[in-house]
């Protein structure tokens, strides 16, 4: 039957970067030193919401880690869609 692997959208977020208080905060290690990261769940992330990293997006047992410099947006079936390296971490040449 394939009703059982048809996807279901999720609500859509109101505005793309109105994201709820993460679950939790804990300190990460990424290229540079340790970083306070926020932890979100990703059952509580609406469609359309965007994560700027550092970030953690966890799910029953898979965790997905949102690195400096990339961005996530959780997709109208509530994938996470990551682009990497997608913000500038040095203005850009004169």
Known sequence: NSS??????????????????PDSTTSVY?????????????????????IEGPAVVMNGTSTCIIEPQCVAEVTEYGDLKIQINTMSSSPPPL
């Open 4 to 21: 059982l692997l048809r996807r279901v959208p999720i609500q859509a977020a109101q505005h793309p970067l109105c994201l709820p208080e």
């Open 30 to 50: 990424f290229e540079g030193g340790w970083r306070d990261t926020p932890v979100y769940l990703l059952g509580q992330l609406l469609a359309g919401a965007v």
